[in-house]
């Protein structure tokens, strides 16, 4: 009789309760060719080294939303975004509040044009341009490691 209550549990009531992915839209900010090719991070609320990133905005498809957070997060002024995103990977975003969500981010890769010395988050965020190899190995999510590694 457990088993049955086990299997019930795990295969239809412990899937309902999951809940899906949030998704958010991530900007991978790049300049340069080949070798000679830098990509844009940033630090989070907490210091770990990211992409800028954000959730959808109303008015915006994802791509807008993506060049939105580049701009707010990071002073990216002007840049053309890939149409469609370069990849997604997964992460837990905390919340200052203390709790967790799973999301979903999906990336789009947008060549920097114009970089802006004030922009929204001037004072809350460093920024820096490194290699995709070099920021694969400062960011934690092994997901978006493994995506700056294969850009």
């Not at 967790?100 to 044009?113: K, L, N, Y």
């Amino acid at each position: 009789m457990t088993s049955i209550f086990r299997n019930a549990w795990e295969g239809i009531v412990s899937p309902l309760l999951r809940r899906p992915p949030r998704l958010q839209v991530a900007a991978l900010c790049y300049q340069g060719e080949g070798d000679a090719r830098k990509v844009l991070l940033i630090t989070s609320s907490r210091g770990r080294w990211i992409l800028p990133k954000g959730w959808p905005i109303d008015g915006l498809d994802a791509k807008g939303a993506a060049l939105q957070e580049a701009w707010e997060e990071a002073g990216v002024k002007s840049g053309k975004a890939s149409p469609e995103p370069i990849g997604c990977y997964q992460t837990v975003k905390r919340f200052d509040a203390g709790h967790d969500a799973p999301c979903e981010i999906e990336v789009f890769a947008v060549e920097v044009q114009e970089m802006a010395e004030e922009y929204p988050d001037a004072e809350k965020r460093e920024r820096r341009w490194v290699s995709a190899k070099d920021a694969a190995g400062l960011v934690e999510d092994e997901g978006l490691a493994e995506l700056l590694l294969n850009f």
